[in-house]
């Protein structure tokens, strides 16, 4: 049923017509096709209505109403979009080696570890961040407190075995009696037992075993070394032990001094010392063995005697796990260890300052717990070149906002190590070099070498790494080996004349 023939049956026929007679001439006027506001479509608006004006009322009301409705959405969303924020500019402003204005700030390692005085007061709990960039993920540190070898490398197993070698040696001197009374006056010694020097993987020396160390059983007799009549509750070391030590309540043997004045131990500028890199013999590195063999060998004319013992690439944690495995054996204690290790610790493996920091004093502590009468110099860690320049940092006014401008790496990637973090390392190896100091400076048998007063000059503007005194970014050449010897001879004489 059409909706006319309902208005037929409302209204009667002639009311039907009217109303048809109307819409017809609707239908046939010109232009008329706008809505009246009529709900029934069928009767559009006869006339043109105009376009209602939206002010700015309308739209402020739309867009509070749009924020009464969705205020926790959009509270949300801005809670997040505010956080992401701040961790962009977190991001930008440590990426790269931390280059930020307050670089040095960024830097500075806010926990004091300078009032520790064993390795079992060095913890992991109040580390910030593992890495240099800021975080805890993107580096490969260690964990600055347990040894660590590097089993799979074979140069560096091979150098390892050297060091070794060169530390026994300077021990089997001792056994020499045309030249000393010592080994026969000490009470472990006994003629002619594992005197001789075996180069091989059984050497007793090599491994720190036998009779030199304490795991001597040749004063048992026969019988009881095949267990025969072996009492396991009997003292023999005691009934041995006799003379000058016999008195000993501890029971321990030892023995005198090696006579050695130092030993120095540390990564690759320290192997620089012995003419090899990863245990390889450099030509560029033997005129700096000759000038260290002669400042540090009595026989060729030096004021010491002191060994090296260094590999490329190590760690803190390589460091001690060689001091702990053959590189400090019995017997070996010189008057003082010279301890350079932390620029690996930085660039090739990325740590924190505080990481790094950590790495070194457990080192320090571990030859303290071997040697406690020994004294420890720890060397400065050397700064490292960033230009052609040598800039390191600008001084003066602008010192925080100038420090790391003009830095921006402008040599060849030839003339870097591939394995190393090219940042700008300068603010963190002040930082660390800075707690170190203040470390030695509380502690009795400590010291520290600042380095910077060889290899830094300061100008009018700036910190300036003097670039004539290296072979590359991080390691001293011939010039600079000699400089540095020369500062550290003066520095031991100083060190072995003072009552500490």
Not at 34 to 40: A, K, L, R, V, Y
Not at 194 to 202: S, Y
Not at 312 to 321: E, F, R
Not at 383 to 408: F, M, S, T
Request: glycine residues 8%.
């Amino acid at each position: 049923m059409s909706k006319w023939s309902a208005v037929d049956q409302e209204y009667g026929d002639d009311d039907a017509e009217a109303v048809d007679d109307l819409v017809s001439s609707k239908a046939s006027s010109s232009t008329l096709d706008m809505d009246d506001g009529n709900d029934d479509e069928d009767f559009p608006s006869y006339y043109p209505q105009p376009k209602p004006q939206r002010t700015c009322l309308f739209y402020g009301a739309t867009v509070l109403s749009f924020i009464i409705i969705y205020r926790t959405e959009i509270c949300l969303g801005a809670a997040l979009a505010f956080c992401v924020s701040i961790a962009i500019k977190d991001f930008s402003s440590t990426k790269g080696g931390r280059r930020s204005k307050n670089a040095f700030k960024n830097a500075h390692v806010f926990h004091d570890y300078s009032n520790i005085n064993s390795k079992y007061d060095l913890t992991l709990g109040s580390i910030d961040h593992w890495c240099l960039i800021g975080d805890d993920n993107n580096c490969q540190c260690e964990d600055p407190l347990v040894p660590m070898g590097k089993h799979s490398s074979r140069k560096w197993i091979a150098q390892h075995k050297e060091n070794m070698k060169v530390a026994t040696e300077a021990v089997m001197k001792l056994i020499d009696v045309s030249n000393t009374k010592e080994w026969n006056d000490f009470e472990g010694y006994v003629p002619g037992l594992d005197d001789g020097w075996i180069d091989g993987a059984d050497d007793d020396w090599i491994y720190a075993k036998g009779a030199r160390f304490g795991d001597d059983y040749s004063y048992l007799g026969e019988d009881d070394v095949f267990g025969n009549d072996f009492d396991p509750d009997a003292d023999y070391a005691a009934s041995y032990d006799t003379g000058a030590n016999a008195g000993d309540e501890t029971g321990e043997r030892k023995m005198e001094s090696t006579g050695l004045d130092v030993v120095f131990i540390g990564d690759s500028i320290t192997e620089q010392r012995q003419g090899t890199a990863h245990g390889e013999h450099v030509d560029d590195y033997v005129s700096i063995k000759e000038v260290f063999d002669k400042t540090f060998t009595k026989d060729k004319g030096g004021d010491f005697d002191g060994i090296a013992m260094g590999i490329a690439g190590d760690t803190s944690p390589n460091v001690l796990w060689r001091l702990l495995n053959g590189e400090s054996p019995f017997g070996l204690e010189p008057k003082v260890w010279w301890v350079h290790v932390g620029i690996n610790d930085l660039s090739v493996k990325g740590c924190s300052e505080e990481v790094t920091l950590l790495g070194i004093l457990r080192v320090v502590e571990e030859i303290q717990n071997k040697c406690p009468d020994a004294k420890i110099v720890i060397n400065s860690i050397l700064p490292v070149r960033r230009n052609e320049e040598g800039l390191l940092e600008h001084i003066g006014k602008n010192h925080e906002d100038q420090a790391l401008r003009k830095k921006e790496l402008n040599m060849m990637d030839s003339s870097l190590s591939p394995k190393r973090m090219h940042a700008d390392l300068w603010p963190s190896i002040v930082s660390i070099n800075e707690e170190l100091s203040k470390f030695a400076s509380k502690h009795k048998g400590i010291k520290f070498f600042n380095a910077d007063e060889v290899f830094v000059e300061e100008r009018e503007d700036a910190k300036y790494l003097k670039v004539d005194l290296m072979d590359d970014a991080v390691h001293p050449n011939f010039s600079g080996h000699k400089k540095w010897n020369n500062a550290i001879k003066k520095r031991l004489h100083e060190i072995l004349n003072d009552d500490l």
